[in-house]
Each structure stands twice: as structure tokens, then as C-alpha cells.
């Protein structure tokens, strides 16, 4: 059926095409996209112009973006949605801003005594709840591989998690999942780690010990995880890779597998 948001949506694809070439060169420098069928790489495409038409990218002084940058970091952000119902997810922020290295972020923080500590934190991104997503261009190009890491998809859940209101690890769950399964999975998974830790502060943990800072950054590594190093956290966790793999609509672990049968390049895809 015929819509103005259909309509619109037709014209900026139409507007703003992608060179075969470009989208190639973008695929290479991803290799967290390998794998995807047809369907799936024209709708990451597509959606990847449209996130570029609503979004603004602020390039800071010393970062420089060629069309098939923007791309990169585009499909990156379009990753975790391309299952999802076009429902405007990343609703609540137009700008992602874009530093040419870490960056310094003023933080204060009132503990259980009422006292307020305040400290400045060296990061590589952050997303703020009624405000933009910054993120370093290093951090950016240093994501896309299957070694459990990417910045742009750790900070982007974090905005998933907002859209319930302050992040709490809980975004806003389908219809068919239960809250109670989520928030027990969870739960469990994050106390699990925080507890290894406290035994050990030094334990090396399989999957990065930023997540057991608060339920917030535990979905948000999880979610970095899911996409970038899927056969590692369903070792550890594999009660959160099936919440995950619920909330997502994805099951980047199956693809992986069918990688390393394929291409033996992939073997150790995780390692490096």
C-alpha cells in the first residue's frame, strides 16, 4: 500500500545511490557482514543511506569522512536493526559526533552517602540520554571484525536501552519475549561476572570486564558481543546470546559457523 513514508523513503534512496563499488569496498573493511544473504545485504544497504539522510555526522578537526566512511560507520549502526520493525529505534538523537582520538569526559556521581565524586574519564565513546552519540574515528576503524569488539554497535545499544528511559540494561523487549526470563538471564550472567571479579580483580574473564560495571554496560558489551565474538559469548553465557538472539532477530553465531566451514580463514576468526 502506497504511503508518504514510503514515498519519501524511495525518493532518498533514489537521491543519494550507492556505487556498487563503494558498498564492496565498505563489505571488505566489515567482515562482521560476511555471510549475509542477498536480501539481507540490499536491506542493510538501503537502510544504511537512510540512517545517513536522518543522522548528522560531525566530523571534529583532524577526521576526515569520504562517502564510503560514512558507510562504514552506517552499516556498523544498521547492524543490530536490520531484523528489527522499522520503528524508529534510534529515536531521540540526530548527531553522532565524531573526535579524531579519545577524548576527555567530565563524570561526577552521587554514592549511597550522598557524597558527589567527580573525576574526568579518558573514553572512546559515549552516548547521552537526551544528546548526541560521540565516538572516536579510531575506535570506529578498529571495529567491524569478529574479535569482540565495536564501538559503534556498544554505543548504539546503549541508545536502545534509553529508549525505557535512563540505561538500565532493560530496551524495550517484543511482545513474544517475557521480562522475567530477561531480567533472570541477565542477572545471573552480570552477578556471575562481578562475583569472578571480586575473587579475583585481575581474573580474565572471556568476555571484556567493562561489562560488570552496571547492567547498562553489561548489555552493552553483550550486544558488541552478539555481533562481533558470538561463539565466544555463547561459551560463557549462553542463556544471554538466546535473549539476545530474541531481542535482535539475528543469530550471527549460525553465520559464523558457516563461515569457518567455508572459508578456513575463518577458523579463528575470534582471535585476531
Known sequence: MWSFRNWRRQRTL??????????????????ILDGLDAIDDQRLRERSVLFLHEKHLTALPGVELSREDRLLLAAQAQLPLLHLPELDWYQGF????LYPDDFVSPQRHRDPSGVVHEWDDERSGESWQRGPVILAWPGVQASGGWAGYNLVIHELAHKL???????????????DMRLSDWALTMQSAYDDMNAQLDRNPDAELPIDPYAAEDPAEFFAVTSEYFFSAPDVLHEAYPAVYRQLMSFYRQDPLTRLKELQKSHPAYKDATNG
Open 14 to 31: 533514489a537521491r543519494n545511490p550507492v556505487e556498487p563499488k563503494t558498498w564492496t569496498a565498505v563489505r571488505q573493511r566489515l567482515p
Open 94 to 97: 540526530h548527531e553522532l559526533i
Open 161 to 175: 536501552d534509553m529508549l525505557n528511559g535512563e540505561p538500565n540494561g532493560l530496551p524495550p523487549l517484543h511482545r
